[in-house]
């Protein structure tokens, strides 16, 4: 019998839908057996759950026993829209508030609620981040950023009680500016790291590997 494009379909691991701020968000959340903490993802700007660098990333942290949320910030309307505009990226506003709405969703999660909360945010995913970190002080443990805009969210950094690493290529240049200032507003446990030779997409041989892995250090620092 010839296979049909259903049968021949394969569910995406871990695949959960989540309905934060009045919207239906696709998301992958993978809970590794006696997982220490939970790390959710914002992904960056043009960006969803299927980031190569956010998904590699992903699987370091589960290898050392944490678990993973990878989720759509926008729905697929959003964005074609964001495709053309561009605007829907840099709105901090919507993305923190779909951030938010994933962090309560898993509270009402029975397995994932007794995990302690980290973020790991991108580009404008680093803003919500650290914003959603303002909003959850009780919730969030620890927020990493890797080529983030955390000075996207300047009015509200100085809120964040997440311990907060912030890790940015040595050859991203206005980023690193950015991040020095956002560093001076944090009043969290903070550091900035700069990844020699790397640049935003941190594309270099090697380059993610270092990111993963501070990422990782960081998360079970602060988290288990």
Known sequence: MAETAESKAVPEEGYVAIRA??????????????????VVFAHGSGSSRHSSRN??????????????????????????????????????GLLTRRLIGATDWLQANEKARRLKLGYFGASTG????????AARPGIVGAV????????LALPVLDRVKAPTLLIV???DFPVIDMNREALAKLRSAKKLVLVPGATHLFEEPGALEQVAALARDWFIGYLT
């Open 21 to 38: 701020d009045d919207a239906l968000l696709h998301g992958n959340l993978i809970i590794p057996p006696s997982a220490r903490g939970l």
């Open 126 to 133: 680093a803003a919500a981040a650290l914003a959603s970190a």
């Open 55 to 92: 998904r590699y990333v992903a699987e370091v942290l589960r290898a050392a026993g944490l678990g993973t949320l990878l989720f759509d910030l926008l729905t697929l309307d959003e964005e074609a829209e964001d495709l053309i505009s561009g605007k829907r990226r840099f709105d901090i």
């Open 144 to 151: 990493v950023s890797r080529g983030g805009r955390p000075d």
């Open 169 to 171: 290529g040595g050859d």
